[in-house]
């Protein structure tokens, strides 16, 4: 029985990265469950028996790559020298996988409005761990007399998160989205590693 579902768990993850591939090189919208059934020289009908429509498959996908990345920060808590090399790290491991993964997330774009629960669960989970990593920075530095003791650093933290995922570039030319252009991503990493500056600053010298 366990070598079965060994099996179904191998067979699983062919399909979540062969999927993972098509959403990748062509969106969410012009990917079809038959050409992943196609890459996977597998029938229709077996990927529907894992996953019963292309929304579903999405979402694992998802799911996989957003543990892939909380495995990252996980493995990263409390190995900085400062709070600088914590906050530099977060902005450019958010943006590496933004960037890699841009096409991925057409899927956001065409539903931005009416994303579902799931995926919102999952968006909710990553905040959650870049919250953790960068608020144990913070203690870090608190324990180290590097910057003055913080009631609630969670809350700073979080209101600083807030505020980088709230920058943009290019308003006036681009309809009301909350996502941005690709050509836009640097241009707004570059912002966030000027405000983190600012705020990290704030905090030594308050």
């Not at 999927?19 to 038959?34: D, E």
């Not at 920060?73 to 790290?89: C, G, S, Y």
């Not at 920058?167 to 989205?177: C, E, L, N, P």
Request: net charge negative; proline share 2%.
């Amino acid at each position: 029985m366990a070598a079965g579902n060994d099996h179904q768990d191998i067979k699983r993850e062919k399909i979540l990265e062969a999927s993972h591939q098509r959403f990748l090189h062509y969106g969410y919208s012009k990917t079809t469950m038959n050409e992943i059934a196609g890459d996977l020289s597998m029938s229709k009908a077996l990927l529907y028996y894992y996953f019963p429509d292309k929304s579903q498959l999405y979402i694992a996908v998802m799911r996989k790559l957003a543990n892939d990345y909380l495995k990252v920060l996980e493995d990263h808590i409390n190995t900085f020298t400062n709070l600088k090399e914590a906050f530099v790290f977060q902005i450019n491991i958010h943006h590496d996988f933004i960037v890699s993964n841009y096409n991925f997330f057409d899927f956001f774009r065409l539903n931005e409005q009416n994303l579902p629960d799931t995926i919102w669960e999952i968006v909710g989970q990553v905040h959650l761990s870049e919250l953790n990593l960068l608020s144990n920075a913070i203690k870090t530095e608190i324990e180290r007399g590097a910057i003055k003791p913080i009631d609630k650093p969670e809350e700073i933290v979080d209101l600083l998160l807030d505020a980088l995922h709230g920058i943009r570039v290019g308003a006036v030319s681009q309809k009301k989205s909350s996502f941005p252009r690709k050509e836009h991503l640097e241009e707004i990493r570059t912002k966030k590693l000027l405000l983190t500056d600012i705020f990290i600053k704030g905090l030594m010298y308050c």
